[in-house]
């Protein structure tokens, strides 16, 4: 789905865990490009609900289906003071009781945000959601600041705890970010896109 370019992401197709209507898509990390959303909404007829405190904009009715919310994913319900901007940052949880949605199913789950995955995704998962999404599809970064054991300990811990929940790893892709690793002196991947799908309740 989307510009594969860049701002495109891959959906599972099967039968039992494509979206159908009535579908709800959370779509965090845009920077305006809204391909993914647009094809998504398109093709599956999926109320789409974008999200991205860096865009500037107030919160939009982007197409017919697509709605865009001024509004960052972390584990806190807050603000955050980024290059002497306020970012409107909350915790999922109490983004889908906002918009009403604490009684539906998300169908899919995409999470970009550069870095603040790693304290959103443990927040997602302490908080019970995860048992009423489909498919998440998710960047994690694991290079730059972070080339120790400890770090890719916390990676892994987070990825063991999705797969106990019941998903599973249908694609991976490398990202475009890269970095020399301190330790082998190598050009390495500072990211990669994980896509999962619920294969059962847990």
Not at 13 to 29: A, H, I, M, Q, W
Not at 51 to 70: I, K, L, T
Not at 173 to 197: D, M, N, P
Request: net charge negative; with cysteine; charged share 30%.
């Amino acid at each position: 789905m989307g510009r594969q370019s860049d701002g495109g992401w891959e959906v599972c197709n099967d039968k039992e865990f494509k979206p159908r209507t009535p579908c709800l898509v959370y779509s965090f990390g845009i920077l305006h490009e809204y391909s993914f959303d647009d094809d998504v909404a398109a093709t599956y007829n999926c109320e789409v609900h974008s999200f991205d405190p860096s865009d500037g904009r107030e919160d939009y009715r982007h197409a017919p289906m697509v709605w865009f919310h001024n509004t960052g994913i972390s584990d806190f319900n807050g603000y955050l003071k980024v290059n002497n901007k306020q970012w409107k940052m909350r915790r999922l949880e109490t983004i889908r009781n906002e918009l009403g949605h604490e009684n539906r199913n998300i169908d899919i789950l995409k999470i970009d945000v550069e870095k603040s995955e790693w304290k959103a995704l443990p927040d997602i998962i302490s908080s019970g959601i995860l048992h009423n999404v489909t498919q998440l599809l998710f960047e994690c970064h694991i290079g730059k600041i972070q080339d120790e054991d400890e770090s890719y300990k916390d990676f892994l811990t987070v990825l063991r705890i999705i797969y106990e929940h019941g998903f599973r790893i249908f694609w991976n892709r490398k990202g475009t970010c890269l970095y020399h690793s301190k330790i082998s002196g190598k050009l390495r991947t500072a990211c990669q896109e994980i896509f999962t799908v619920k294969v059962h309740q847990t």
